[in-house]
């Protein structure tokens, strides 16, 4: 009788232990992730204005893109706009350099509170009208109840800066700050 009792354990422990591992293999996958005709959307929006590496110039980023997902991390549709201002201060009490440029978004990722935009730059100041074109990213780190505070990270134009065309959906890490303002980040499905 014993060993009925003992097969019965195992065969209990055996099928704990599947549920256990198919459990945390679906945690793994990402909110955007959805099976066969399950749609998710992402929506981030918001200005904020960024930590910058040179401390009197003032960069804002501001968002309104949207994702629609159907069954994989990368969105089958991405709509929107971001436009990125700098204001750069300049030596000797001159007046500053202003630059801006407003991307068509082309992609929307996004899980927990992080969201990287891409978007093709299609107008802008002078110091990136060359670039028109090209295409820039943009990450989001949406403190919220997660703590800390929000960050960004900027791709720029990598273009201009010698590091020919960034890929769609990719943007460096959200490590800059954000000093003023905020975002909003919403995935639902």
Avoid at 5 to 24: E, K
Avoid at 54 to 69: F, N, R
Wanted: with cysteine; glycine share 16%.
């Amino acid at each position: 009788m014993l060993k009925g009792r003992t097969r019965v354990l195992v065969g209990v422990a055996t099928v704990a232990a599947a549920s256990a591992v198919a459990a945390t293999a679906a945690a793994a996958v990402p909110e955007t992730a959805k099976g066969p005709g399950q749609e998710t959307t992402a929506h981030i929006s918001g200005a904020g204005r960024m930590a910058f590496g040179a401390k009197d110039d003032d960069v804002e980023v501001k968002v309104d893109a949207h994702a629609v997902y159907g069954g994989g991390a990368f969105p089958t549709r991405a709509w929107g706009t971001v436009r990125i201002t700098h204001l750069m201060a300049q030596p000797g009490g001159q007046p500053p350099k202003f630059n801006w440029g407003d991307l068509a978004v082309d992609c929307v990722t996004a899980g927990g509170p992080n969201a990287t935009v891409t978007g093709i730059l299609k107008d802008a100041g002078p110091y990136w009208k060359k670039e028109i074109g090209t295409r820039m990213g943009v990450s989001f780190y949406v403190a919220g109840r997660h703590g800390g505070p929000s960050r960004i990270g900027l791709s720029g134009a990598t273009r201009f800066m010698g590091f020919g065309s960034l890929t769609k959906c990719m943007a460096p890490a959200a490590a800059s700050p954000v000093i003023r303002g905020g975002f909003h980040l919403k995935v639902s499905g």
